[in-house]
């Protein structure tokens, strides 16, 4: 039986008043909700030489709405109570829809790692355009690759994404295909964002092919269009004719995902297909806009997207969540992550750091593009006392932590089902 209940949070009034305090208190009641209807608790315990490094996340049964009843100050602190609802039941399997049971490659690479359900920060950076005269038509292109992306990234509930507009993870050279990587580059910019995981990537085509015709009136041409008008006094004053319009387009891509600690090269993708019917932009659409996909081009380009937000889970689900430590005071250790990431006070993660005197570790090829990644050393568990939405505060005991270092959770695999 569930039924609703109330439940009390608190939380610091500090300078900046009740307009912040409110929702952490409430989110401390919620939390308390959750706990109550059961919870699960995932741990894992490692021991390295002399040092023990525990991940540990508490999750609580997810609630319904819930009622502001009444709060109230006291020594400092804001109290509410709620009154929570239960949570809604779960729908019953309905009997003709086996497809549900199929799971996809993403969802059966989710069931394969215990990521302890945080998101991650990922930045998109600058995506090049090989070819830039065949893309006349497609207004901000390279900018509207990054919003459709982050949205995509977002609404998946994986990543934390954000935009990093004109600036690159790698630069495309002419006359050469391959860019040059830069671990080095990839670290520092993972540090200027603050983020886990970087993206870019290359436009490698967008070229038209073949023709069709249609009727056309007045003067608008776009790019790859052209025009035949009729040689007769009303209609060459109508500018009535026929249009040839490109009957077919390509879109074709190269993905590179980058981990922003180590700045290895986790995977790269070629990701392209083609397009028939219409597919020349108007201007005024670009993409990440309603109108875009309006043309077969523009459902072509956010299908590719889509599949790349899906080869981009895949890549990045089982690498472990890590955090940056950016400010120690006496006992208190801020991270830059917080109730956004899905942290919450208890947990615990490991703590990192690269070793500063250590060198990289190469391929055999000895080349700066092919390094491996850095060395890190464990030095202890970070546990989570205080969380806001960007950043939490929490205590490492036993061992003296600097800003730079890394807090992770180190989950287990699961079995296959």
């Not at 949070?9 to 307009?19: I, K, R, S, T």
């Not at 090049?128 to 497609?138: N, R």
């Not at 208190?332 to 942290?343: K, P, R």
Request: proline letters at 6%; charged letters at 20%; a neutral charge.
């Amino acid at each position: 039986m569930a039924w609703a209940a109330e439940f009390e949070g608190l939380a610091p009034v500090g300078l900046d008043g009740l307009a912040v305090a409110r929702p952490l208190a409430i989110q401390d009641a919620l939390e308390n909700a959750a706990l109550f209807n059961g919870a699960q608790v995932n741990s894992l315990a490692v021991k390295k030489g002399g040092q023990w490094g525990e991940t540990t996340q508490l999750k609580g049964t997810p609630q319904g709405d819930y009622k502001l009843l009444r709060e109230w100050q006291s020594n400092g602190f804001l109290h509410v109570v709620l009154d929570v609802a239960p949570p809604a039941a779960p729908a019953s399997p309905v009997a003709s829809a086996p497809v549900e049971t199929m799971k996809s490659t993403a969802s059966r690479a989710a069931a394969r790692c215990d990521g302890g359900g945080y998101r991650r920060k990922v930045l998109l950076a600058h995506f090049w355009i090989e070819h830039p005269s065949q893309t006349l038509d497609l207004d901000r292109f390279p900018e509207g690759i990054q919003v459709e992306l982050t949205r995509q990234l977002h609404a998946g509930q994986q990543f934390l994404p954000q935009r990093s507009p004109n600036v690159g993870v790698f630069d495309l050279v002419p006359q050469v295909f391959d860019p040059l990587l830069q671990p080095e580059r990839v670290r520092e910019m993972a540090r200027l964002y603050s983020v886990q995981f970087i993206v870019g990537g290359i436009v490698r085509d967008t070229s038209f092919s073949g023709e069709r015709y249609t009727v056309a009136y007045g003067t608008d041409l776009r790019p790859g269009e052209r025009k035949t008008v009729a040689n007769l006094p009303i209609l060459n004053f109508a500018q009535v004719g026929v249009k040839a319009v490109p009957a077919a387009r390509r879109f074709d891509m190269d993905l590179f995902v980058f981990d922003g600690v180590s700045g290895a090269l986790v995977n790269r993708h070629r990701i392209s297909g083609k397009a028939e019917g219409e597919v020349v932009q108007d201007t005024g659409r670009a993409l990440g806009t309603v109108g875009f996909t309006e043309t077969d081009y523009g459902r072509l380009v956010e299908a590719k997207l889509s599949e790349a937000t899906t080869l981009l889970s895949q890549d990045l689900n089982c690498i472990p969540f890590s955090a940056k430590i950016t400010r120690v005071e006496k006992n208190s250790v801020y991270i830059d992550a917080g109730y956004t990431s899905n942290l919450r006070p208890g947990d615990t993660l490991q703590v990192y750091r690269i070793s500063a005197s250590a060198m990289p570790i190469d391929s055999a090829s000895y080349l700066p593009s092919m390094r491996l990644g850095m060395p890190e050393e464990q030095l202890g568990t970070y546990t989570v006392n205080q969380v806001q939405p960007l950043f939490s505060m929490g205590t490492v005991k036993g061992v003296r932590v600097e800003p730079g270092d890394y807090v992770r959770f180190v989950g287990q695999e699961r079995k296959n089902e």
